[in-house]
């Protein structure tokens, strides 16, 4: 190579190996404070297209995993009512078992009849004023909890129905609307009726357990959904993770090189410039 000044290609090569190892250097400290190797699209286009659609599918995933369990705690607080009632229920059965009985004076059935009528009020009052969430619950309608990981494929809409709950229909039976205890011999307690309210009373204990056991399958169901997005949603994050966070060993081990490769390209690019006033020295 000849010796001029016209320009200075040593220092050029220099100077641009110098700036790609500063743009390196500076990449690197950007992914070890950051703790993700992908901080623009530049820095990997694809791999920042798959971890976006990752975390949109995670999103999605947490927030059925929620959905689902507001879900379950609807149907809760259904099956705890419905609890109750087989307990008022049990109660009534006691009393008309007791009313039946030929040894009860007239005053006495008239009092079982009062706690009675207590009794068909408070299931009332159960179905009327069970809410969750400021929704009444027993209403008879279907109710769609919604499931999904952000895609079409991957949803899923499940209906349910907790059907009315007052002293025209307590529970559900397989054929629809539970024991009604307004129809005749059923609405009061009478040495007449105490006959027919037991066997209606029978009746609504077996519908409310039927209306319970629908409500326990339906838990079961949606605690499964809930249980498969949140494992999703948890292998959706580690993968996600892999993809995003920084490999600390590697970008720890390229911070040494790109600290070393700055200090030569600089000592490197000083004595590039240093050779051209060596023409000097041939003109004095």
Do not use: W
Not at 13 to 25: C, E, G, R, V, W
Not at 193 to 201: I, K, Q
């Amino acid at each position: 190579m000849s010796l001029g000044v016209l320009d200075n290609i040593s220092a050029i090569y220099a100077q641009n190996n110098l700036n790609t190892t500063q743009n390196n250097l500076s990449k690197t400290l950007q992914e070890l404070s950051s703790g993700s190797r992908i901080n623009s699209g530049a820095d990997d286009a694809a791999g920042l297209a798959v971890a976006d659609g990752l975390a949109a599918n995670e999103t999605a995933l947490t927030q059925s995993s929620q959905n689902a369990s507001d879900a379950t705690g609807l149907l809760q607080t259904a099956d705890g009512a419905l609890s109750q009632t087989t307990s008022l229920l049990n109660r009534a059965v006691t009393l008309a078992t007791e009313a039946a009985n030929g040894t009860l004076s007239s005053a006495q059935v008239s009092s079982a009849n009062q706690e009675y009528q207590n009794i068909l009020t408070q299931i009332g009052n159960i179905g009327s004023t069970t809410n969750f969430n400021g929704t009444s619950v027993f209403t008879g309608t279907a109710r769609n909890f919604f499931v999904s990981d952000g895609t079409t494929s991957g949803s899923s809409t499940y209906s349910d129905t907790v059907g009315t709950l007052s002293a025209a229909s307590v529970g559900t039976s397989v054929g629809g609307a539970g024991v009604d205890f307004t129809a005749a011999g059923v609405a009061t307690l009478s040495a007449s009726t105490a006959t027919n309210v037991l066997t209606s009373l029978t009746d609504a204990i077996g519908d409310v357990a039927y209306q319970r056991g629908t409500i326990g399958a339906d838990i079961n169901q949606l605690s499964s959904a809930q249980s498969v997005a949140s494992s999703e949603e948890t292998n959706l994050t580690a993968a996600e993770d892999n993809i995003r966070a920084t490999d600390y060993g590697q970008a720890a081990s390229d911070l040494s090189k790109f600290q070393v490769l700055s200090q030569t390209g600089i000592s490197a690019l000083a004595q590039a410039n240093s050779v051209q006033q060596e023409v000097t020295k041939l003109l004095q």
